[in-house]
């Protein structure tokens, strides 16, 4: 058993969106494919990733680096112990091999590409969906029932109120109970407007979370605290730069009802310091880390582990990211949930063909891997890519 090849591409996800820090006018993705030389049903296993929306295709890094780590390895020295699968903890330190510890920028989004892929390998060669794998691997209960909520309320040229008061309709006709929203991006006084105008048009049906994409310096963020906590909203979101574990940390000063974040962490150690120092109340907050941008699942098993330590549940965690290796885990391994994005970044965000959301929740259906094959315009540009 081994992996003979990894097939990388760069694809568009672009969009005329724009949140409060980027727009997406050139926004990539890596798709990523895992081919390995084992037969299931008839047909070659091959194992697919993606990065998520938000930091680009990462195709120099994977050709020239971890790619050829994983084929220059002794195919044996990747095999779990049982020897009847391929062993991603070992892929991963494969791929990892000098690099030097801290500075996680854009690596951690090529690792968690290919960790991706590997993980729909391993789980298609055990013949399980991948949530079935790990509740079994943590000797736990897996929940198909996943909740979801849906992520958009972007800026974009024209776009009035009465576009966005549209959009979040849409949502909650397609099941949504929670929807989000970008603030940050225009003056205090036209988000306070947006604001309204979307909770007057979802009323009691749903709960609105507003996303600031880290803008905000110290001073404006109290403002908007001041502003936000006004109304009744399921969570105030990457206030303030990533890194800046001072400002989230002066934030429960000023805004007592949920605050999210941790999309712009990309390891467990980044982790491991926002829960150390950023004031961060494990009642009430959420967690953001997104494995496909964060050095994929070998490392959010890490993640979780320190959320262990500091006397976190896995259940304050709701990933940033609307893909199904997310889905997966939270299935799998007790997450709170997952982001959504209904018309944004496809093929690669959503769900199986077929799954609906109903009353904020998904059910996950019994696929091998991740799911992909059972998203028939997903999987038909990854089996381009190799089948
Ligand atoms: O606009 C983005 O970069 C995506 C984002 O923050 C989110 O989905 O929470
Ligand atoms: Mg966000």
């Known amino acids: ?32 494919a895992v081919v390995t030389d084992v037969v299931r049903d008839g047909r070659r296993v091959i194992g697919y990733g993606f990065n998520s929306n938000g930091r680009y295709g990462q195709g120099g890094l994977i050709r020239e680096r971890f790619r050829d780590r994983i084929l220059e390895a002794a195919p044996e ?49 055990a013949d399980k969906p991948l949530f079935r794998l790990l509740a079994d691997m943590k000797g736990v209960e897996a929940n198909p029932k996943v909740f979801v909520y849906a992520a958009g309320g972007y800026y974009y040229p024209g776009k009035d109120d009465s576009a966005l008061r549209r959009e979040m309709r849409g949502y909650l006709d397609r099941g949504y109970t929670v929807v989000k929203m970008k603030i940050g991006g225009a003056s205090i006084d036209d988000d306070r ?111 979780l582990d320190v959320l262990h330590q500091f006397g976190w549940s896995p259940s304050r965690c709701i990933p940033h990211g609307g893909h199904q290796m997310s889905l997966n885990i939270a299935a799998g391994l007790g997450l709170g949930g997952n ?27 019994e696929l091998p891997g991740l799911g992909f094959e059972g998203k028939s315009d997903l999987i038909k540009v990854m089996r381009d890519l190799a089948t």
């Open 77 to 125: 020295s990747l095999l779990n112990e049982a020897r009847d699968n391929l062993d991603p903890h070992k892929i991963w330190s494969a791929m990892m091999a000098n690099e030097k510890p801290g500075g996680h920028g854009e690596r951690s989004v090529a690792v968690g590409t290919i960790d991706m892929a590997v993980w729909d390998a391993v789980a298609k060669i």
């Open 193 to 303: 407007r947006r604001i309204e105008a979307v909770l007057d048009e979802i009323g009691a049906d749903a709960q609105l979370a507003v996303d600031a994409n880290g803008r905000f310096d110290l001073e404006t963020a109290i403002t908007y605290a001041k502003m936000l906590r006004q109304y009744p909203l399921f969570w105030y979101e990457e206030i303030g730069d990533p890194l800046d574990y001072a400002l989230q940390a002066a934030m429960s000063e000023f805004y007592e009802a949920p605050m999210a974040t941790g999309e712009n962490l990309f390891s467990h150690q980044d982790a491991r310091n926002l829960l150390r120092y950023g004031g961060m109340r494990p009642d009430r907050d959420y967690l953001q880390f997104d494995c496909a941008l964060s050095y994929g699942l070998v490392e959010y098993l890490k993640t």
């Open 1 to 32: 058993m081994r992996i003979i090849d990894i097939c990388e591409v760069t694809k568009p996800i672009a969009s005329p969106i724009r949140n409060a820090y980027i727009d997406f006018s050139k926004m990539t993705a890596s798709l990523v």
């Open 339 to 365: 982001e959504s994005y209904p018309d944004l970044f496809q093929p690669y965000g959503g769900f199986p063909d077929g799954v609906r959301v109903v009353d904020g929740f998904i059910t996950m259906p």
